[in-house]
């Protein structure tokens, strides 16, 4: 029997993209207070389904991507492409003014 491993807080999400990359924040270093990383948000539509398929649910959303992975998919995400996304769930609030 194969051994597996259940990995909490990660996901992979295939969608369509419905709000491209918009600026989200910076890291700097703190003593010099140079910029490390930037961030950018973007929205994709996604459908989820159980194992059964009797449950589907289409949801818009947010992911964040860091300005090194952008550069790997070739500097821009456009609205309708379709991307497989893979890495770390994070639940946090979003405040507007």
Do not use: W
Not at 63 to 77: A, C, P, Q
Request: charged fraction near 30%; glycine fraction near 8%; include cysteine.
């Amino acid at each position: 029997m194969e051994n597996q491993s259940f990995v909490l807080n990660r996901g992979v999400f295939c969608g369509s993209v419905v709000e491209g990359p918009q600026f989200d924040h910076e890291v700097k270093d703190r003593n010099s207070n140079e910029v490390i990383k930037t961030y950018y948000l973007f929205k994709m539509e996604v459908l989820f389904e159980n194992k059964k398929k009797t449950v589907t649910d289409k949801s818009v959303l947010p992911f964040l991507i860091s300005d090194k992975l952008l550069d790997e998919l070739g500097g821009s995400i456009e609205v309708g492409d379709i991307l497989f996304t893979k890495g770390k769930l994070r639940a946090f609030d979003l405040y507007s003014e």
